[in-house]
């Protein structure tokens, strides 16, 4: 049995109709806008992350920050909130940077704002004395802290001395990359605004960094690789270092121990002077 013959003006017809019937099915798809979706599926990488704050901006639950882990953010991103106590490495900067989004860090206990930056106090890298070229991981530090300053390399006592004077004035804090360690930190606390520490590894540094609130690190670069540093540096800046030890406040100015002087008497000789 021979299937019925449709004439041009039937199939033109029937072709309207389909093309009605598709229309009309995908007509509320584009008329509604889709729900948002109840979770991200993320990459194993970014399974702890927070959800999307804002339209731009995405939390990043992180500890190290990397271009890996910037690879898969959601397509628009311009923010990346970070954990505040976020280790972001060089080439998770230039990611970021290429991507065109800002990395901001929460403060510690408090939520995230997007658009603002958290408050910083300056930083300052110097090197002195050190065996081999150190003008590459103090150019390294630099690029890696934002805003931190380099200061010139000169003799151990004037840079310690020009850190002792931006700790003091600024309330920053700093590294300073040295060859003969343990007589920097020597010269570096004579300032009573300055509390340094130097160690051999990283964990003992850090620890006597929190210790002593210190606010000036100084490092051996033979004894740290570059990465080290670079989570030195990192720590150091975003860690509010907090009080210092009551044993470490600098002392009260004391009377002089003598009565004063006496019109029959020698001149005093104790540093006091009298008024």
Not at 90 to 106: E, I, K, V, Y
Not at 146 to 171: C, E, K, N, W, Y
Request: a positive charge; one cysteine or more.
């Amino acid at each position: 049995m021979n299937a019925p013959a449709f004439t041009p003006d039937q199939v033109a017809a029937i072709v309207r109709e389909v093309l009605r019937r598709i229309r009309a099915d995908l007509q509320p798809a584009v008329a509604t806008p889709p729900a948002a979706p109840a979770a991200l599926v993320l990459p194993a990488a970014q399974a702890a992350a927070g959800p999307i704050a804002a339209a731009g901006v995405f939390q990043l639950a992180e500890k190290l920050v990397s271009a890996a882990s910037l690879a898969t953010i959601p397509a628009g991103t311009k923010t990346v909130m970070l954990r505040h106590d976020a280790l972001i490495t060089p080439s998770g900067r230039d990611a970021a940077r290429a991507a065109g989004c800002t990395l901001l860090r929460t403060a510690k206990g408090a939520q995230a704002t997007p658009g603002s930056a958290p408050a910083s106090r300056p930083f300052f890298v110097a090197a002195a004395e050190c065996p081999g070229d150190s003008a590459a991981r103090t150019a390294g530090l630099v690029r890696l802290l934002p805003g931190a300053q380099q200061l010139p390399a000169t003799g151990l006592t004037d840079v310690v001395a020009s850190l002792g004077l931006h700790l003091t004035r600024d309330g920053g804090r700093g590294i300073l990359l040295a060859g003969r360690p343990h007589v920097a930190v020597a010269l570096a606390n004579r300032s009573a605004g300055v509390r340094a520490v130097t160690a051999r590894d990283t964990t003992t540094l850090l620890g006597a960094a929190q210790e002593c609130a210190a606010n000036l690190l100084v490092i051996a670069p033979r004894d740290f690789s570059a990465s080290s540093l670079e989570r030195i540096g990192v720590t150091l800046a975003s860690r509010d270092p907090g009080p210092a030890p009551a044993e470490l406040a600098p002392p009260a100015a004391a009377g002089c121990a003598c009565s004063g002087p006496k019109a029959d008497a020698p001149a005093c000789s104790c540093t006091t002077h009298h008024h």
